[in-house]
């Protein structure tokens, strides 16, 4: 093997290693979407994502928007039936990347003035299914049933991957510029 191709498979070897071996965080950051009847909410969603690559842990929401316009900052988020039951923003904040098993609450004061949030089915008597539901800055809607089509949790990309994954893309470039200069 030619030299030039030897350090080339070397440096494309230690490349695709050292991505693939880099810590991974398990916390990260979400881009979030949801359509209800009164209009359309995304946000920025930090949190936890859970052993089951599916539930999200939520620490955090910012950059909210309602309708495209910037809507009031939500500091306080939760579990939607334990705040739902006790009165005051409590317990914990659950998301999903799939919208299943959603528990969630984003208030502007821990007595949820107002906000958004998903409610669980049976965390209150009769209820049987998903329900969503918003107060005054972002649409006021009473409970109404969760719509799966109108919910998006994706993942945002971290920088160190993007980076990892143009490193690997450039090695690649590089070796295959050296086979065509043969």
């Known amino acids: 093997m030619p030299l030039k191709s030897s350090l080339c498979y070397s440096v494309a070897l230690a490349t695709v290693a050292t991505a693939t071996l880099a810590p991974v965080a398990s916390a990260a950051t979400f881009n979030f979407s949801y359509t209800s009847s009164a209009g359309t909410i995304t946000a920025t969603v930090d949190g936890t994502l859970q052993p089951d690559n599916n539930r999200v842990f939520v620490s955090s929401i910012s950059n909210t928007t309602f309708n495209g316009s910037p809507a009031p900052a939500l500091p306080f988020v939760g579990s939607y039936a334990d705040s739902f039951l006790g009165g005051v923003v409590t317990g914990q904040a659950v998301l999903s990347l799939d919208g299943a098993?959603?528990?969630f609450v984003?208030?502007?004061?821990?007595?949820c003035i107002d906000g958004f949030g998903f409610l669980p089915p049976n965390a209150?008597?009769?209820n049987t299914t998903d329900l969503f539901a918003s107060g005054s800055a972002y649409g006021s809607t009473l409970p109404e049933l969760f719509v799966l089509a109108n919910y998006s949790l994706t993942?945002?990309?971290e920088p160190a991957t993007v980076l990892g994954l143009l490193s690997v893309a450039g090695v690649g470039l590089l070796c295959k510029g050296r086979k065509l200069e043969k």
């Open 155 to 157: 993942t945002v990309p």
């Open 106 to 111: 984003a208030c502007n004061t821990t007595n």
């Open 124 to 126: 209150i008597v009769g």
């Open 101 to 103: 098993g959603l528990d």
